[in-house]
C-alpha cells in the first residue's frame, strides 16, 4: 500500500524552530516527487513548496519562499518541512502528498495530489 | 500564477439532489484539473484527476468534466457520506493553484 504518514502535532512557542517530517512507504520514494500544503484554521489549501527526493531539487511558491525549508533523506524515504523562527500566523495543519512530473514535448506538466499524508497539526502560542 | 475560483461556495442539498460544482481557471489549463473531497479533521481525497477521470475505488456517482478554463464536478445522487468540502486544484503549471472550496451541506 503506498502510504504517506506524517509525523506528530506539536506545539511551539513563537521564535522556536521546528521540522516535521512525512515518510513514504509502498512505493519508489525517489520516482515521486512530494509536495506540502498549509491549511490554516477554518480556511482552504495553500501549495507551499515541492522537492524531489531523488536529487533534492526543490522549488517553493512565492508565498513561502524564504519562510520555510523543505528537505528530503532518500534513505530513509522521508520529507521534511522545517521553520527558523516560527510566527503565531504559522499555526496550520501541514500536509504532505505525493506527485509525479510528466514531460511532453519538452513541456513539463505535472500529476495530480496522490496520496496525502493525514496532516500535522503545529499550534505556534505564547 | 495561475487563478482558480470556484462557484458556489457554499450549497445546501438533499440526500439523492444532483450536485453540481464550477472551477474556473484565469488561463487555459488544457485538461490539468483535479477534484479533492475533504471532510472535516481529515486529509483531503483524490476524487477526480486529468478533468475527467475517476480515481480508484471512488464512487461511479461522482463525475467531472471540462477543458481549458471551466470544469465541472457533478454527484448525480448525493449520498450522507459526500457532505463534505470539494477543491479543485490545477496541476498544469507551478505554482500549483487551489480553488477556494465548495462547502456542501445537508438541506
Known amino acids: 500500500e503506498v502510504q504517506l504518514v506524517q509525523s506528530g502535532a506539536e506545539v511551539k512557542k513563537p521564535g522556536e524552530s521546528l521540522k516535521i517530517s512525512c515518510k513514504g512507504s509502498g512505493y519508489n520514494f525517489n520516482n515521486y516527487w512530494i509536495v506540502w500544503v498549509r491549511q490554516m484554521p477554518g480556511k482552504g489549501l495553500e501549495w507551499m513548496g515541492i522537492?524531489?527526493?531523488?536529487?533534492?531539487?526543490?522549488k517553493y511558491s512565492p508565498s513561502f519562499q524564504g519562510q520555510v525549508t523543505i528537505s528530503a533523506d532518500k534513505s530513509i524515504t522521508t520529507a521534511y518541512l522545517q521553520w527558523n523562527s516560527l510566527k503565531a500566523s504559522d499555526t496550520a495543519m501541514y500536509y504532505c502528498?505525493?506527485?509525479?512530473?510528466?514531460?511532453?514535448?519538452?513541456?513539463?506538466?505535472?500529476?495530480?495530489?496522490?496520496?496525502w499524508g493525514q496532516g500535522t497539526l503545529v499550534t505556534v502560542s505564547s | 500564477d495561475i487563478q482558480m475560483t470556484q462557484s458556489p461556495s457554499s450549497l445546501s442539498a438533499s440526500v439523492g439532489d444532483r450536485v453540481t460544482i464550477t472551477c474556473r481557471a484565469s488561463q487555459s489549463i488544457s485538461s490539468y484539473l483535479n477534484w479533492y473531497q475533504q471532510k472535516p479533521g481529515k486529509a483531503p481525497k483524490l476524487l477526480i484527476y486529468?478533468?475527467?477521470s475517476l480515481q480508484s475505488g471512488v464512487p461511479s456517482r461522482f463525475s467531472g468534466s471540462g477543458s481549458g478554463t471551466d470544469f465541472t464536478l457533478t454527484i448525480s445522487s448525493l449520498q450522507p457520506e459526500d457532505f463534505a468540502t470539494y477543491y479543485c486544484?490545477?496541476?498544469?503549471?507551478?505554482?500549483?493553484?487551489f480553488g477556494p472550496g465548495t462547502k456542501v451541506d445537508i438541506k
Open positions: 522537492i524531489y527526493p531523488d536529487d533534492s531539487d526543490t
Open positions: 486544484q490545477q496541476s498544469y503549471s507551478i505554482p500549483f493553484t
Open positions: 486529468a478533468a475527467s
Open positions: 502528498a505525493r506527485t509525479k512530473e510528466n514531460t511532453i514535448f519538452g513541456v513539463v506538466r505535472w500529476n495530480w495530489f496522490d496520496p
